[in-house]
């Protein structure tokens, strides 16, 4: 079976970090971190700058060791000395080229760097990475997204398992993130290859994750997979009417809490009150306050990541 029909499945996760802790002299980087990223998966590893996601990443590359803790890759326990795992593992964090030479000249010089005799690994990336229509181009006249791919590709040159992506969308526009996404998918869905990919940005990368896991201060503090992540979002219930403290009394009245938007809305804070906003309007009806407004409103990827965090909108990344 060739490398580019086989899909690698395997019951041994992926990625095993378990129970790591990293100090650099006081300063604790990580905390307890654990956990399991399985063969095929594309895991998004979500966190504000200084969360802990590159010293994560560097441990995983056996760059750094940790205080204390294990990590296996591939059933494998991480250690510089192991090349038969390195063989294994793709790792990509900035693309570099040769900006004069061809995207087929970068590659053939990543696999000679690599070690590999075989000249078709170039052509078997190329096809993998969907690169064949660019193959004569040169690197700097590639846009952004392929030269993003000519990175992968890259990375990708020795066909490795595991493919470690740091930041690789930031900067990108909507076009560039769906063409990595459509990319990331067909690398995991039709390769068997698992990708751990890092960022700050939870909008971008919940459009190329199949599962996100949420660092802050060192801390795994959420794991949630992608088409579960709607059900995660909280919804309020907001009103607006033309006498605001006559309003706001009927509120009282009922039992509802509430609190003041930035643009002079009312928003209900009761769990659950978004879940019937036709209870809500016809009160206020009954009460002679008709609301001028009354709408539910899901909270966006942003609010979730600050809110599951327990920071507040406007910190700077």
Do not use: C
């Not at 296996?72 to 390195?86: H, T």
């Amino acid at each position: 079976m060739s490398i580019l029909s086989k899909k690698r499945i395997g019951s041994t996760p992926a990625i095993q970090i378990d129970g790591v802790h990293k100090k650099f002299g006081d300063y604790t980087v990580l905390n307890n971190l654990s956990l399991e990223v399985s063969r095929g998966e594309i895991f998004g590893f979500l966190g504000l700058n200084g969360a802990g996601k590159t010293t994560t990443i560097k441990m995983l590359l056996s760059m750094i060791k940790p205080t204390s803790g294990k990590l296996y890759m591939l059933g494998e326990k991480v250690d510089a000395g192991n090349s038969k795992l390195w063989s294994k593992v793709g790792y990509l964090e900035e693309a570099t080229f040769y900006p004069d030479l061809t995207v087929t000249e970068n590659l053939d010089i990543a696999r000679r760097m690599q070690g590999l005799p075989d000249k078709d690994a170039v052509h078997q990336v190329i096809y993998k990475l969907g690169l064949e229509p660019h193959k004569k181009k040169k690197a700097k006249h590639l846009s952004l997204g392929n030269k993003q791919r000519l990175g992968l590709a890259k990375a990708m040159i020795h066909n490795p398992e595991i493919l470690i992506l740091d930041e690789p969308i930031n900067g990108l526009d909507p076009a560039g993130v769906a063409e990595i996404r459509n990319m990331l998918y067909n690398l995991a869905n039709n390769f068997g290859i698992t990708v751990f990919i890092s960022s700050h940005l939870l909008e971008e990368l919940s459009k190329v994750s199949t599962r996100i896991g949420i660092i802050h201060s060192g801390q795994l503090v959420k794991e949630v997979a992608m088409d579960k992540l709607e059900q995660s979002l909280e919804k309020s219930l907001v009103v607006n009417g033309r006498n605001k403290p006559a309003l706001k009394k009927v509120l009282e009245e009922h039992g509802y809490a509430f609190e003041d938007t930035p643009d002079g809305s009312i928003k209900l804070t009761n769990e659950h009150a978004a879940d019937h906003p036709e209870r809500l309007a016809e009160l206020l009806v009954q009460s002679n306050q008709p609301p001028t407004s009354l709408r539910v409103i899901t909270e966006d990827l942003e609010g979730y990541f600050l809110r599951t965090i327990g920071v507040n909108r406007g910190i700077k990344r």
